[in-house]
Structures are given as structure tokens and as C-alpha cells.
């Protein structure tokens, strides 16, 4: 097993990661801090760059009365930006 200075901490913590821990605490440690070290998965990281853009448009259209295209515009920009360049696959 990895010496725990070696393993980092998550930034987030997800909905699922927290059942995990509410159920097991040992068994979130093994798989969401152990098990899933590398690269994060991609699907992760575009569903997180589309609610960036959804929270845009929210803002924009609801909060500073723009109109839905210009809403819509702001938050493509925001998704593109907040997905930078990951790799596709």
C-alpha cells in the first residue's frame, strides 16, 4: 500500500464519492483515493465543463436579463473554455 503522503487528496468530492464514505469510510480511501490515481475520466470533465456553460446561461438569462441567444453564446464560450484542451479519448 501507497505511504499516505504519496496518495492526494481530492479537490471535489462527488455525491457518489460521499455515499461511498458514508457507507464505508475504509472503502472510499481504497477506491477513490487508491484505486483511482492517473488521469480523470473524460466523461467526469465534460459533464463539468457542460454544467459550467448551463450555470452561465442560468445566470445570464435569469440573473443579468440578457436574451436567450445572447445567454446561450455566453455559455458555449464558458463550456469551451472550462473544457479546454483535454484529450478526446
Not at 501507497?2 to 477506491?31: G, L, M
Not at 490515481?37 to 456553460?53: N, V, Y
Not at 436574451?67 to 478526446?88: Q, R
Request: glycine share 8%.
Amino acid at each position: 500500500m501507497a505511504a499516505e503522503a504519496d496518495i492526494p487528496f481530492p479537490t471535489h468530492i462527488s455525491n457518489s464519492q460521499r455515499s461511498t464514505f458514508i457507507t464505508c469510510p475504509q472503502k472510499w480511501v481504497y477506491e477513490k483515493l487508491i484505486l483511482q490515481r492517473g488521469e480523470p475520466s473524460i466523461h467526469l470533465h465534460a459533464g463539468a465543463a457542460f454544467a459550467s456553460g448551463i450555470e452561465i446561461v442560468r445566470k445570464a438569462f435569469f440573473g443579468e436579463g440578457k436574451t436567450a441567444d445572447e445567454a446561450i453564446a455566453l455559455g458555449c464560450d464558458a463550456l469551451i473554455a472550462a473544457y479546454g484542451d483535454h484529450p478526446v479519448a
